[in-house]
Nanobody
Framework: QVQLMESGGGSVQAGGSLALSCAVS????????MGWFRQAPGKEREGVAV???????SYADSVEGRFTLSTDNTKNTLFLQMNSLKPEDTAMYYC???????????????????????WGKGTLVTISS
């Protein structure tokens, strides 16, 4: 059973940085796609950054150039480095995974998480102006 657990959320002022981590169990060699999604109060969940099983990564336009997704060599940990944070980045951030994944990163991102099978419980990011 794949399990994901996020950490690293918190509160910072606009312009600051945060780094999120997601520990992923039982995912090695399972052709996984993984990514970060977020949901702000009163808004739909949206894709932030997703990497597919071929190693391609797609970012939401709103975070391109500010956020960076990375993984460790075994894909057991997923990271999201967030720089130049804005108040509109305030949301609950979730990491998610899909095994035996044949979808490309852009498709997974655009679907807002509907194609992902496994989810963490989320970590809250709050950006003050």
């Amino acid at each position: 059973q794949v399990q994901l657990m996020e950490s690293g959320g918190g509160s910072v002022q606009a312009g600051g940085s945060l780094a999120l981590s997601c520990a992923v169990s039982d995912i090695t060699n399972r052709r996984a796609c993984m990514g970060w999604f977020r949901q702000a109060p009163g808004k739909e969940r949206e894709g932030v950054a997703v990497t597919d099983s071929d190693g391609r990564t797609s970012y939401a336009d709103s975070v391109e150039g500010r956020f960076t997704l990375s993984t460790d060599n075994t894909k057991n940990t997923l990271f999201l480095q967030m720089n130049s944070l804005k108040p509109e980045d305030t949301a609950m951030y979730y990491c998610a995974a899909r095994l035996l994944c044949g979808y490309g990163s852009s498709r997974l991102l655009s679907q807002g998480g509907r194609l992902m099978d496994y989810w963490g419980k989320g970590t809250l990011v709050t950006i003050s102006s």
